[in-house]
């Protein structure tokens, strides 16, 4: 079965970097995107951005473009979120998720993985 | 940016009721609208996508339906897993390419 497992939580201090590491099984990694979507502490949900496994074409959320890379490394069948010069409001669960537009931009999210915490604080 | 405006915020019903929740976009997005559904300290899980297409292993009593503007997705007898927190989400070629509702809280009531 499809499965996304993601690395475990995070306590940053502000302008700190993150990287959150998603490693995919029971699939053709390289045959779709993953997608990174964030969710503040009782909030809602947040799309980050998206990355093709299958030729690494990368589109991301302008209010995070210049702090936010994505990254594949389809040996190994894991993406990776690095996040940059974190702020407090950058505390949330990242979630990493499968999405069948590998090629065109991002589309939607069929499997997700369990979520990452990462605390920015002081 | 595509705004996506979920009502009610909170829905408040009894197992074996019907639920009607809406999703109401700024904006044409044609039938590029997915649901998803979020319990309690667990990640989303796909509903469905381009309007009605119903994900794998979505029990029959759900169903999606609408264009253009306007979304609905209902459960027709709710069960007791069904109180959870519902979002939709479009894509669309504007920035952001990706955006989600606020989200709809079902509740038992």
């Known amino acids: 079965q499809v499965q996304l497992l993601q690395s475990g939580a995070e306590v940053k201090k502000p302008g700190a970097s993150v990287m959150v590491s998603c490693k995919a099984s029971?699939?053709?990694?390289?045959?779709?995107?993953i997608d990174w979507v964030r969710q503040a502490p009782g909030q809602g949900l947040e799309w980050m951005g998206w990355?093709?496994?299958?030729?690494?074409?990368?589109n991301y959320a302008q209010k995070l473009q210049g702090r936010i890379t994505l990254t594949t490394d389809t040996s190994t069948n894991t993406a990776y979120m690095e996040l940059r010069s974190l702020r407090s409001d950058d505390t949330a669960v990242y979630y990493c998720a499968r999405d069948p537009r590998r090629s065109i931009g991002p589309g939607q999210f069929d499997s997700w993985g369990q979520g990452t915490l990462v605390i920015v604080s002081s | 940016e595509i705004v996506l405006t979920q009502s009610p915020a909170t829905l408040s019903l009894s197992p074996g009721e019907r639920a009607t929740l809406s999703c109401r976009a700024s904006q044409s997005v044609g039938t590029d609208l997915a649901w998803y559904q979020q319990r309690p300290g667990q990640a989303p899980r796909l509903l469905f996508y381009?309007?009605?297409n119903r994900a794998t292993g979505i029990p029959a009593r759900f169903s999606g339906s609408g264009s253009g503007t306007d979304f609905t997705l209902t459960i027709s007898s709710l069960e007791p897993e069904d109180f959870a927190v519902y979002y939709c989400?479009?894509?669309?070629?504007?920035?952001?390419?990706?955006?989600f509702g606020q989200g709809t809280r079902l509740e038992i009531k």
């Open positions: 989400q479009q894509r669309s070629n504007w920035p952001p390419p990706i955006t």
């Open positions: 381009d309007s009605s």
């Open positions: 029971g699939y053709t990694f390289s045959s779709y995107a």
């Open positions: 990355i093709s496994a299958y030729n690494g074409n990368t």
